[in-house]
């Protein structure tokens, strides 16, 4: 079978940022603060604030987290003597918190640590000495306990990683730092961003041309090949993946470890017919970056896979994503990127996946 010829398009710009995933901290860099993640209410109720305590009258705190626009989800800080105010939006992007403090000096010792929960009790108040700080704020992670414990300084912390198998595009793993000077009521801004990306199939079509009109493909199935496993938890670049899943392939096995396998497979069936090009709807399919130079057998480019069927004979398509024509000045999947395809098929695809490669438009 003849490898297919193709016409696809990027709908936005490959580099774009995900909407509505971007949140932000406020930390008052006050002596002394309690936990600013108090107990939540159930993120299912969709109206209304609900008070969760009712110190004397003071004037009104900061915002201690924000949502941009369309969520408008807000959350008010929790410090001495100042109301605590909770707008269940909120809390369906952040199931834990973990805040660390560290020393902005030469060692960058370690100052203060707080985990929080939206359904827990509030933590213990912490204290901080005065002074240039460093705050990691890490959201929906489980970080385990020895790791917690076995902290002691920024680098520490640099050298933890997160895996996709145990991230969730409903809440998904989320970090960010910031640099403040503890005391004298001075505040910083913290903004987590998740380390996953989306690749999205906008829309997918097929249309024959000549000599192969009046054919198309049925049992269609998209999914991503070469998908980083694992991923430094407060990385910003250079991603180079040290584990990968569906690796030369889907894997049932891989597919398994997932939260849930529409992370990166989606069945498409046979499409609707009209004036003869099918059209199969579009998928939003996750994966962590991948920012390898050259490929290998053990780093293998993530590659959005379609699948399906001519006259009973399997066929496919690899599109790299962002790879060749149309990438930006980095090549690869970035963090916290979406990357959309308008895909239209002109030509049966190659009948193996090895074969499959569609480097550009």
Excluded at 265 to 281: E, H, I, P
Aim: proline share 9%; net charge negative.
């Amino acid at each position: 079978m003849e490898t297919s010829r193709h016409l696809f398009s990027f709908g936005h710009p490959p580099r774009a940022c995900l909407p509505k995933l971007t949140l932000t901290i406020i930390i008052l860099a006050a002596g002394c603060a309690e936990s600013p993640f108090p107990e939540s209410v159930s993120p299912d109720v969709r109206a209304g604030t609900e008070t969760l305590a009712s110190p004397p009258p003071q004037p009104p705190g900061p915002d201690i987290l924000s949502i941009d626009a369309p969520l408008r989800a807000r959350r008010s800080v929790l410090f001495p003597g100042l109301p605590v105010r909770l707008e269940a939006d909120d809390w369906w992007l952040i199931r834990r918190m973990d805040i660390f403090v560290f020393n902005d000096d030469g060692i960058r010792a370690l100052d203060s640590y707080t985990r929080s929960y939206p359904y827990g009790t509030p933590a213990d108040t912490v204290s901080l000495a005065s002074g240039p700080k460093i705050v990691v704020a890490v959201a929906n992670c489980a970080l385990p306990d020895p790791l917690v414990t076995g902290l002691h300084c920024y680098e520490d912390l640099r050298g933890a990683v997160a895996e996709f198998s145990s991230d969730h595009p409903s809440y998904p793993v989320m970090s960010g730092e910031a640099r403040f000077s503890a005391g004298g009521g001075a505040a910083c801004t913290v903004t987590l961003e998740p380390i996953m990306s989306v690749v999205e199939v906008q829309s997918l079509e097929c249309r024959m041309e000549e000599p192969y009109r009046g054919q198309k493909l049925s049992g269609v199935k998209v999914y991503l090949t070469g998908v980083g496993n694992r991923a430094g938890l407060l990385e910003q670049e250079g991603f180079l993946p040290t584990e990968t899943l569906n690796n030369g392939g889907l894997s049932e096995q891989d597919l398994g470890r997932l939260p849930y396998s529409g992370m990166v497979y989606k069945y498409l069936g046979n499409g609707r017919t009209s004036g003869g090009t099918t059209s199969y709807g579009g998928a939003s399919l996750y994966c962590y970056p991948n920012e390898a130079e050259e490929e290998s057998f053990a780093s293998p480019f993530t590659r959005l896979v379609v699948e399906g069927k001519i006259d009973s004979q399997t066929c496919y398509y690899a599109f790299p994503v962002n790879r060749g024509a149309g990438a930006g000045d980095t090549e690869g999947i970035g963090r916290n990127r979406r990357y959309v395809f308008n895909l239209t098929l002109t030509r049966p695809g190659a009948e193996s996946l090895a074969e499959a490669d569609i480097s550009g438009p």
